[in-house]
């Protein structure tokens, strides 16, 4: 008898659990600048920022509407036609 659920839970900790990982190891070689390379910090900060991102994108994977357009997801027109005209207020 197969336990769906389990595997199914398994595969998501295998496909997501790199980016904890690499996060965690970018965080050491952060903290543990021994040698003096001026270069390496700002790498290294890059790689934590690009690696939040990847988190955020994996974290957020299972909630996408693959079955639904992006036209019934939308909110309707008038309230997206109030954000349009009210927009330019804010940027400035």
Known sequence: MCNYPALVR????ILTAPVPIAVAGVTV???????KID???FFLTLALFALS???LGISM?????????IWQA??????QLFMLSASPCWIR
């Open 10 to 13: 398994l595969a998501q900790l």
């Open 29 to 35: 070689l952060l903290c543990a600048l021994a040698n």
């Open 39 to 41: 270069y390496q910090p």
């Open 53 to 55: 991102y990847a988190g």
């Open 61 to 69: 994977y299972p909630y996408r509407a693959a079955e639904h357009h």
């Open 74 to 79: 939308a909110s309707a027109r008038q309230h």
